[in-house]
């Protein structure tokens, strides 16, 4: 009997401590609540708590970093160009009891952050024309793209210099938002913009001049190489010209020796012999004029024929058909 007696509150102290009892990690920490309103100040550290179970409760808040995404929102720059923001930051709970008497939760933290740092993100970006929205200095742009050169001077010479820039405006931002979210214990850690994109009208007119600038640099590339092909073929022609000229040059001058030689040895046969050259010259010229085909109409005197009159009995005689 006296130790059943003593299991019954054995098992009471047992449930009090394990419903009393409650640890906090290095990620958390937390405010006690008593019947909803928060007693003490908030615990902290890392270790082992009691409460006073059932009457009070463990309220755990994160201590970490926490993320806030922003939803991507339509804003005009100062130069009245629409762009598509978004934005992200990075905050902390450095107040739990005052955090929990004002947004109670995470969930009610992330809705005061929309509220106050959307505006913020909003009125920096009107403020400013694009580029400083864009760049954060007025360092060089880097291109790998060959013929881009005179494209990029331009666009330089359009948006004008940076005086500003993307780092002192999102410092602008976090200036702006940090004193509100003080009084809900939260602590702003930084603000950054995740990306930047045009709106559909003007990425069409963005894309319209990109295409135009490449189709220019497109016909530069064309015309330069159509330059360089006609000083190419105006070099071959000129050269096909000096080697046809020189061959030329070279095969009048073998036909010049050619018809020297020919005629110095008709030369020394019509010296040798004057009659048999003349004969064998007639007889090559009736063999290139005369065929079964041929007609002549020659009168009885004509000098063509003359190695025909008398064929056997002239002068010439021995080279007859009978006479070989």
């Known amino acids: 009997m006296k130790i059943k007696a003593l299991i019954i509150p054995i098992i009471i102290i047992?449930?009090?401590?394990?419903?009393?009892?409650?640890?906090?990690?290095?990620?958390?920490?937390?405010?006690?609540?008593?019947?909803?309103?928060?007693?003490?100040?908030p615990k902290t550290a890392p270790g082992l708590y009691f409460k006073i179970p059932v009457i009070q409760q463990a309220n755990f808040f994160p201590k970490n970093l926490l993320e806030w995404d922003g939803d991507p929102g339509q804003v005009p720059t100062l130069d009245k160009t629409f762009i598509y923001v978004d934005t992200f930051a990075r905050w902390k709970i450095v107040d739990p009891l005052k955090f929990f008497e004002t947004v109670n939760n995470v969930m009610g933290a992330q809705a005061r952050l929309d509220d106050i740092i959307d505006?913020?993100?909003?009125n920096f970006?009107?403020?400013?024309?694009?580029?400083?929205?864009?760049?954060?200095?007025?360092?060089?742009?880097?291109?790998?793209?060959?013929?881009?050169?005179?494209?990029?001077?331009?666009?330089?010479?359009?948006?004008?210099?940076?005086?500003?820039?993307?780092?002192?405006?999102?410092?602008?931002?976090?200036?702006?938002?940090?004193?509100?979210?003080?009084?809900?214990?939260?602590?702003?850690?930084?603000?950054?913009?995740?990306?930047?994109?045009?709106?559909?009208?003007?990425?069409?007119?963005?894309?319209?001049r990109?295409?135009?600038?490449?189709?220019?640099i497109a016909e530069k590339?064309?015309?330069?190489?159509?330059?360089?092909?006609?000083?190419?073929?105006?070099?071959?022609?000129?050269?096909?010209?000096?080697?046809?000229s020189e061959a030329y040059k070279t095969a009048?001058?073998?036909?010049?020796?050619?018809?020297?030689e020919s005629t110095l040895i008709y030369a020394k046969a019509y010296d040798k012999d004057p009659d048999f050259y003349s004969f064998i010259k007639s007889l090559d010229v009736y063999q290139q004029t005369m065929d079964n085909k041929s007609f002549l109409l020659l009168s009885t005197d004509s000098d063509f024929l003359r190695y025909f009159k008398g064929y056997g009995h002239?002068?010439?005689k021995e080279y007859g058909p009978d006479n070989n």
């Open 14 to 41: 047992i449930i009090i401590i394990f419903t009393g009892a409650y640890v906090i990690d290095e990620t958390e920490q937390v405010v006690i609540t008593q019947f909803g309103k928060s007693i003490g100040k």
């Open 119 to 122: 505006p913020a993100v909003r």
């Open 125 to 208: 970006i009107t403020s400013y024309p694009l580029i400083e929205t864009v760049r954060d200095s007025n360092r060089e742009l880097d291109t790998f793209e060959v013929g881009l050169g005179h494209a990029k001077e331009k666009d330089e010479r359009t948006l004008g210099e940076v005086t500003t820039g993307r780092g002192k405006i999102t410092k602008g931002i976090m200036a702006q938002a940090q004193p509100k979210l003080k009084d809900f214990g939260i602590e702003l850690v930084d603000v950054q913009i995740k990306r930047l994109n045009y709106v559909e009208q003007v990425q069409k007119s963005v894309y319209a």
């Open 210 to 216: 990109m295409i135009a600038e490449r189709k220019q």
């Open 221 to 244: 590339f064309r015309s330069e190489g159509e330059g360089e092909a006609r000083i190419i073929e105006g070099n071959r022609d000129k050269e096909l010209k000096k080697i046809t």
């Open 252 to 260: 009048q001058e073998i036909m010049g020796k050619a018809d020297a």
């Open 314 to 316: 002239g002068p010439y």
